[in-house]
């Protein structure tokens, strides 16, 4: 599959191909731009496709896996009130999730974040402030970003998580330098929920059902109100059929 860096060094080459034949045979100089807005558009698409694996290596399911395990994620909490009523929900089905947590929402509510330790479900790094310019961050500022999450949560609970969602699912190569560094696992996801864009909640349901496939890992988010209804007919739906949710280290044979 088609990389960062392959990419890169084929539009370099095609681009001083070009200039060769500019220059000796009177070809007009735009063609030169040809490579270049290919390499910007492979870019572009990359970033925002994680499992492309265009900067880093990333986990978006386990396609290997035969029996009916897929993993329930939840972004962007702690949240105060939803992010309990979520693992009360769990603790009924007698299910694990992974909860990606952002680290100036586990600031405000530490004793949440200790509570989804506490019922056993697994927690991962999203980001210290997920803010919505965060992926032109530099290097180090990714670096302080996962690091400063990472102690907080190591803080809390006495671990420090292994797995990394990058905010807005976007990864550059500056996170993947970041990465390399702190050595995280990088979790996307193959069954996004769009449950932050679309309001009916059954549609959100269907959509999620439509996509349940054996390995794949589900994105929801514990900081919307809606979220409660559709995880309850989810996990109805997932008994029914003989599915079991796990946290995503089960998934991926972590543990």
């Given at each position: 599959?088609?990389?960062?860096k392959?990419?890169?060094?084929?539009?370099?080459?095609?681009?001083?191909?070009?200039?060769?034949?500019?220059?000796?045979f009177?070809?007009?100089?735009?063609?030169?731009?040809a490579?270049?807005?290919?390499?910007?558009?492979?870019?572009?698409?990359?970033?925002?496709?994680?499992?492309?694996?265009?900067?880093?290596?990333?986990?978006?399911?386990?396609?290997?896996?035969?029996?009916?395990?897929?993993?329930?994620?939840?972004?962007?909490?702690?949240?105060?009130?939803?992010?309990?009523?979520?693992?009360?929900?769990?603790?009924?089905?007698?299910?694990?999730?992974t909860?990606?947590?952002?680290?100036?929402?586990?600031?405000?509510?530490?004793?949440?974040?200790?509570?989804?330790?506490?019922?056993?479900?697994?927690?991962?790094?999203?980001?210290?402030?997920?803010?919505?310019?965060?992926?032109?961050?530099?290097?180090?500022?990714?670096?302080?970003?996962?690091?400063k999450?990472?102690?907080?949560?190591?803080?809390?609970?006495?671990?420090?998580?292994?797995?990394?969602?990058?905010?807005?699912?976007?990864?550059?190569?500056?996170?993947?330098?970041?990465?390399?560094?702190?050595?995280?696992?990088?979790?996307?996801?193959?069954?996004?929920?769009?449950?932050?864009?679309?309001?009916?909640?059954?549609?959100?349901?269907?959509?999620?059902?439509?996509?349940?496939?054996?390995?794949?890992?589900?994105?929801?988010?514990?900081?919307?109100?809606?979220?409660?209804?559709?995880?309850?007919?989810?996990?109805?739906?997932?008994?029914?059929?003989?599915?079991?949710?796990?946290?995503?280290?089960?998934?991926?044979?972590?543990?």
């Amino acid at each position: 599959m088609l990389n960062f860096k392959t990419i890169t060094i084929t539009t370099s080459s095609a681009t001083l191909v070009i200039v060769a034949c500019c220059m000796l045979f009177s070809i007009s100089w735009f063609w030169i731009s040809a490579p270049i807005t290919l390499w910007l558009l492979a870019t572009i698409i990359g970033s925002f496709s994680m499992p492309c694996n265009f900067f880093l290596t990333s986990f978006t399911s386990n396609k290997s896996l035969t029996s009916n395990k897929i993993a329930i994620t939840f972004d962007d909490g702690p949240h105060p009130e939803f992010t309990y009523s979520i693992l009360d929900l769990l603790d009924r089905f007698h299910t694990k999730a992974t909860f990606f947590c952002i680290g100036k929402h586990i600031k405000s509510n530490p004793e949440v974040l200790k509570e989804i330790s506490a019922r056993g479900h697994s927690i991962g790094n999203h980001s210290y402030s997920h803010g919505n310019f965060i992926d032109f961050s530099s290097v180090s500022k990714w670096l302080e970003e996962i690091q400063k999450t990472d102690a907080i949560i190591k803080e809390l609970t006495n671990d420090t998580p292994s797995l990394f969602r990058p905010p807005f699912g976007v990864t550059t190569p500056n996170i993947a330098k970041a990465i390399k560094e702190t050595e995280h696992r990088v979790i996307g996801w193959s069954n996004r929920s769009f449950d932050t864009a679309l309001k009916n909640k059954d549609l959100v349901l269907k959509r999620i059902i439509k996509h349940l496939s054996p390995g794949g890992i589900i994105l929801l988010h514990d900081t919307q109100p809606n979220t409660l209804y559709i995880l309850e007919r989810l996990l109805l739906h997932l008994k029914q059929h003989q599915f079991e949710a796990v946290t995503v280290n089960e998934l991926l044979n972590e543990i």
